[in-house]
């Protein structure tokens, strides 16, 4: 089946650093990929679009120079959190997509900003 | 605007009994719906989907129903199993979005009982 990954797992930074989250298709290309993002006990909240070769598209709300998204390769997305602080702590997972409806999810990035 | 959203937050059966996952959605553009299972620390992965112009759709312990005018689905399990304790997602897509956009619900924790 369709694999992807994400690196690192868990990752822990001081407020006003930036964090670099790796996503990855590892059997499978995929034009697109979405980022989410999951607080304790809600939803997976959309927070943008990857599509490779091209600018994301962000959800409404979303400040897009904060979170950086880059989509350089069919196999590959990436989600920078710039000037991370405190509130930006969360569970991040990506998603591929394959075909035009099944998304196959990552197992996260708990990213913890002290 | 919350267009997905799943009242119980938690649910606890019985192992070898009927698991009964509710989902009630708004947007009637929806056209296709998804189940997603979830456990801690990892991503979401796909249980069973089905198009608005069906009513049912099963594979296997799981079943989908869908109630259009009553815009409704529900997931049964059954039997459950203790494995089968994690949290559930269903999602939504809205068709002609770019990407194949999914709207989640909040997600029900399950669990199953020995």
């Known amino acids: 089946g369709a694999v992807v990954s994400q690196h690192p797992s868990w990752v822990i930074c001081k407020s006003g650093t930036s964090v670099k989250i790796e996503c990855r298709s590892l059997?499978?290309?995929?034009?697109?990929m979405f980022w989410y993002r999951q607080f304790p006990k809600q939803s997976l909240m959309l927070m943008a679009t990857?599509?490779?070769?091209?600018?994301?598209?962000?959800e409404q709300g979303v400040e897009k120079d904060k979170f950086l998204i880059n989509h350089a390769s069919l196999t590959l997305s990436t989600l920078t959190v710039t000037s991370a602080h405190p509130e930006d702590s969360s569970f991040y997972i990506c998603?591929?997509?394959?075909?035009?409806?099944?998304?196959?999810f990552g197992p996260g990035t708990r990213l913890t900003v002290t | 605007d919350q267009q997905v959203k799943q009242n119980s937050p938690s649910l606890s059966v019985q192992e070898g009994r009927i698991s009964i996952l509710n989902c009630d959605y708004t947007?009637?553009?929806?056209?296709?719906f998804l189940w997603y299972k979830k456990y801690p620390a990892e991503g979401p992965t796909f249980l069973i989907s089905?198009?608005?112009?069906?009513d049912k759709n099963e594979d296997g312990r799981f079943t989908v129903f869908l109630n259009k005018s009553a815009k409704h689905l529900s997931l049964h399990i059954v039997p459950s199993q203790p494995g089968d304790s994690a949290v559930y997602f269903c999602?939504?897509?809205?068709?002609?979005?770019?990407?194949?956009?999914?709207?989640f619900g909040e997600g029900t924790q399950l669990t199953v009982n020995p």
């Open positions: 998603s591929a997509r394959v075909g035009t409806l099944r998304q196959y």
């Open positions: 059997d499978f290309q995929a034009t697109t």
């Open positions: 990857s599509n490779e070769g091209s600018k994301a598209t962000y």
């Open positions: 947007n009637s553009m929806f056209d296709y």
């Open positions: 089905i198009s608005s112009i069906k």
């Open positions: 999602a939504a897509r809205a068709p002609g979005t770019s990407g194949s956009r999914l709207t």
